[in-house]
């Protein structure tokens, strides 16, 4: 039921618990299989019910009991459009600063068959390809943090007929039954798909399969990639002719890859966007990066109007004090490079956003575009067209 291959090592690990039965049996799953001082729980509070948090203090109260390390967090989200996608994307980004805080090598989550079957079905609905359609990945990371789901080989029921035999009670939330989500809706159907056949075990077969399917396809891109493209100060860059010869399917891949990358946005841009790339040969916008044409390449570089604050897309080498501040370029910039044509890495594009050195009000270099013996820059995350 559990996988405990992905728990072995004697690291302490995360454990994200809602107080549904998924994450409180793999609570106590792991509870028995690493003992409670290698295990430290975390419940993330969405700000959304009033009632979450009572369940997030019943979870405290449970790994009171367990002598398990245990700490809530909690968000603001408001209720309204695509409320479980923010939901989501929320959860993810406070179990990862809390994970980076906490020291712990991984944080598990409690996923199992019946989430890989929802997902499958809902993808199969939206029109997704084979990666849509492939099973969750056992290992995972986000910003930098790993995650593990040691319960893919468990369904719902197993884990609920488990918590009762060991006498622990688990949280209802009502919003899993609100059939304005989508999640729930394929829940709700599961029942009459069975009785065609599809269960939910098949359904997992079939995601397994897609798997698989899409690990071939990820070494054919691995392949074209070392033929025909390459990382230039931050940018991605194609051999364009290629590209469009390209199986469809490779083309659209490598360049998700690279999009993917160069924004920082883990989620794949629509399958029609990455196509329309291959036909238009104007500067577009798409995932946070501008894609444009230069001699016989195209190259994908970040949106300088994408760049947020606190991103931290460079290297900086050089005599840096606490009166110098790092900015993006930006086009009054170019008045202090009156040469920058004769000494730029990398186009005019693609420069916008790339690093600048102030000192007070004093423009002090340009690293990408004006290139000194005192300052450099380099990618913070080089570019390898990582999967």
């Known amino acids: 039921m559990l996988n405990t291959a992905l728990l072995s090592g004697d690291r302490t690990l995360g454990v994200a618990v809602s107080g549904g039965s998924d ?41 009171a009991s367990l002598k398990i390390s245990h700490e809530i967090l909690t968000l603001n989200l408001e209720d309204g459009a695509d409320l479980q996608a923010r939901a989501r994307a929320g959860r993810y980004s406070a179990l990862c600063d809390w994970a980076q805080r906490s020291g712990v090598a991984a944080v598990a989550l409690g996923h199992t068959k019946d989430d890989v079957a929802e997902t499958f079905l809902m993808r199969l609905a939206r029109g997704s390809g084979v990666d849509g359609l492939a099973a969750m990945p056992e290992i995972f990371e986000r910003h930098g943090v790993r995650f593990l789901r040691p319960l893919l080989d468990a369904d719902r029921f197993e884990l609920q007929t488990y918590l009762r035999a060991q006498g622990l009670s688990w949280s209802e939330d009502p919003s899993n039954k609100d059939p304005r989500f989508t999640r729930v809706q394929m829940r709700q159907a599961q029942p009459f798909l069975d009785d065609l056949g599809l269960t939910t075990q098949r359904l997992n077969q ?182």
Request: proline share 6%.
């Open 206 to 387: 079939t995601a397994d399969w897609m798997r698989a399917a899409s690990k071939v396809l990820e070494m054919a891109a691995d392949t074209w990639i070392s033929q025909n493209a390459w990382g230039d100060h931050g940018d991605a860059v194609f051999n364009f002719k290629a590209l469009q010869v390209a199986p469809v399917e490779t083309a659209a891949r490598v360049l998700s890859r690279a999009l993917c990358n160069i924004s920082g946005n883990p989620y794949r841009p629509r399958f029609s966007a990455l196509i329309a790339l291959l036909s238009n040969n104007s500067a577009q916008t798409l995932h946070g990066c501008i894609t444009y044409h230069h001699g016989d390449t195209l190259r994908l570089t970040r949106e300088p109007s994408a760049i947020k604050e606190d991103e931290m897309r460079w290297k900086i080498t050089g005599p840096l004090t606490a009166t110098h501040v790092i900015k993006p370029l930006r086009e009054s910039d170019f008045t202090y490079m009156p040469d920058w044509r004769d000494t730029a890495l990398v186009p005019r594009r693609s420069l916008l956003g790339t690093p600048v050195i102030w000192q007070n009000e004093t423009f002090v270099a340009a690293p990408i575009a004006q290139p000194d013996p005192v300052w450099s820059a380099s990618a913070a995350n080089p570019l390898h067209f990582s999967k």
């Open 23 to 63: 994450s409180t049996a793999l609570l106590s799953l792991m509870a028995q299989a690493k003992g409670p001082d290698a295990i430290r729980a975390v419940t993330v509070d969405h700000g959304l019910r009033a009632a979450a948090k009572d369940e997030a203090g019943q979870v405290a109260q449970l790994c």
